[in-house]
Nanobody, 125 residues
């Protein structure tokens, strides 16, 4: 069992940057692939980025490539999402998630075993 807590969300203007953090407790994060998803009202949860257990592999959804960077510090049991050049369409609740399965890096929310409570990101135009 692992507990995840996100932080770092807020209200920013278009073009600004934010850094989201996800802190884990209960088990070491090095046992999990970690991902960020986001969700807006009335829509399904959307994949944003994923990072492998070692941090050596990452994948991003096309709309954030070149703007967002996912990283992890297994020694500190944290995962981060650096978001640059934010756009109003990035507005959402952002969730971190942990996948304990071994294999490819999933972009499907149903593959993830543990979720944080979410942090709101609002980007004004």
């Amino acid at each position: 069992q692992v507990q995840l807590v996100e932080s770092g969300g807020g209200l920013v203007q278009a073009g600004d940057s934010l850094r989201l953090s996800c802190a884990a407790s209960g088990r070491t994060l090095s046992s999990y692939a970690m991902a960020w998803f986001r969700q807006t009202p009335g829509k399904e949860r959307e994949f944003v980025a994923v990072i492998s257990r070692s941090g050596g592999g990452t994948e991003y959804t096309d709309s954030v490539k070149g703007r967002f960077t996912i990283s992890r510090d297994n020694a500190k049991n944290t995962v981060a999402l650096q978001m640059n050049s934010l756009k109003p369409e990035d507005t959402a609740i952002y969730y971190c998630a942990a996948d304990r399965s071994i294999g490819y890096l999933s972009k499907l929310s149903r593959a993830y075993d543990y979720w944080g409570q979410g942090t709101q990101v609002t980007v004004s135009s």
